[in-house]
C-alpha cells in the first residue's frame, strides 16, 4: 500500500519575450535549468508550505 497519494499538482510556466535574442534565453535557461537555481526553488516551495500548520503532514518533490 502506498505510504503518501498525491492531492495536486503546481506547474509553473516561465517565459520570455519572442525577441529576446537567443544568447540571453540560453543564459536564462542555464539559471533555470542549474542545480542552485532548482536548490532555491525547491527550499522557497517548502517555506510557503510550512507556513501554514494544517499542511504540516504534506510532503513536497520538485521534479523537472
Not at 4 to 15: G, M, N, S
Not at 34 to 40: C, E, L, N, Y
Amino acid at each position: 500500500m502506498a505510504k503518501t497519494v498525491i492531492i495536486d499538482e503546481l506547474h509553473v510556466t516561465l517565459r520570455v519575450p519572442a525577441n529576446l535574442p537567443a544568447a540571453r534565453a540560453a543564459a536564462a535557461h542555464r539559471v533555470l535549468t542549474g542545480a542552485a537555481f532548482t536548490a532555491r526553488l525547491r527550499r522557497a516551495v517548502r517555506a510557503v508550505v510550512r507556513a501554514y500548520a494544517v499542511l504540516t503532514p504534506v510532503r513536497v518533490a520538485l521534479t523537472r
